[in-house]
Nanobody
Framework: QVQLVESGGGLVQPGGSLRLSCAAS????????TNWYRQAPGKQRAWVAT???????NFTDAVKGRFTISRDSADNTVILQMNKLKPEDTAVYYC?????????WGQGTQVTVSS
């Protein structure tokens, strides 16, 4: 059974940084792509970033140059490093993967950017 668990969210001032982690059980990151999505209040869930099985990364335009995504094979985690945070980055952030013909989502972690 694949399970994804996000952690690392919290309250941060504009311009600050947060490091989100997605830990997996029953699944090894790197077999397939892993994604981060976010859902702001009153909005639909939106794609943020992807790391492919080959390590290729892609980002939505709104976070390019500020966010990075990486994979830690030793810990079997995927990291979303978020820098220069803005109030509009406030959302619940979700880890996602598609594996063996099924979608898997974590429970989400809240990120609030506010002074």
């Amino acid at each position: 059974q694949v399970q994804l668990v996000e952690s690392g969210g919290g309250l941060v001032q504009p311009g600050g940084s947060l490091r989100l982690s997605c830990a997996a059980s029953g699944f090894i990151f790197g077999i397939t792509a892993t994604n981060w999505y976010r859902q702001a209040p009153g909005k639909q869930r939106a794609w943020v970033a992807t790391i492919s099985s080959g390590g290729i990364t892609n980002f939505t335009d709104a976070v390019k140059g500020r966010f990075t995504i990486s994979r830690d094979s030793a810990d079997n985690t995927v990291i979303l490093q978020m820098n220069k945070l803005k109030p509009e980055d406030t959302a619940v952030y979700y880890c996602h993967t598609y594996y063996n013909y099924a979608d898997y989502w974590g429970q989400g972690t809240q990120v609030t950017v506010s002074s």
